[in-house]
């Protein structure tokens, strides 16, 4: 299941009533971890002030956001409020705009993400990683 905000976010800045994709790309990577509690400062550091502006010195990467998720998501459906908890999703999740998914394979991002302090300092300490990549529906 994607987390309830990220949902939120894509249909925000994505997709409108005029436009199915007003944005200049059409692929999203979407990468979601945890990180050991004991590691979240310095991982929001390095993350922020060195890996994502490494990434989007790459061609190809358009953009980056992050997010960190919420305990639970309370929403009315069909005159009802549901509540729902999504306790083995992935905390944080970033969504990149990419040109294509052959920018994931280049020399460039391969370099880029072993760049700094993430590799050594901040990977080791990440867990239930997921990258999901996304495309035009055909």
Avoid at 31 to 45: G, I, Y
Avoid at 69 to 86: C, H
Avoid at 106 to 118: F, H, K, L, Q
Wanted: charge should be negative; include cysteine; hydrophobic fraction near 40%.
């Amino acid at each position: 299941l994607l987390d309830p905000y990220i949902c939120s976010y894509i249909l925000k800045h994505i997709l409108t009533t005029e436009v199915i994709m007003p944005i200049d790309t059409k692929y999203l990577l979407l990468t979601r971890m945890d990180v050991a509690p004991d590691k979240e400062d310095v991982f929001n550091k390095v993350y922020d002030e060195e890996h994502v502006p490494e990434l989007l010195k790459v061609p190809g990467i358009l953009s980056a956001v992050r997010f960190k998720r919420r305990p639970k998501v309370e929403i009315a459906i069909n005159g009802q409020l549901q509540v729902y908890e999504y306790k083995d999703e992935p905390s944080y999740a970033a969504i990149y705009e990419i040109d294509n998914p052959s920018v994931l394979m280049s020399d460039e991002w391969a370099r880029a993400v072993e760049i700094g302090r993430w590799p050594k300092e901040i990977r080791p300490f990440t867990e239930n990683r997921r990258q999901v990549l996304y495309g035009p529906i055909e």
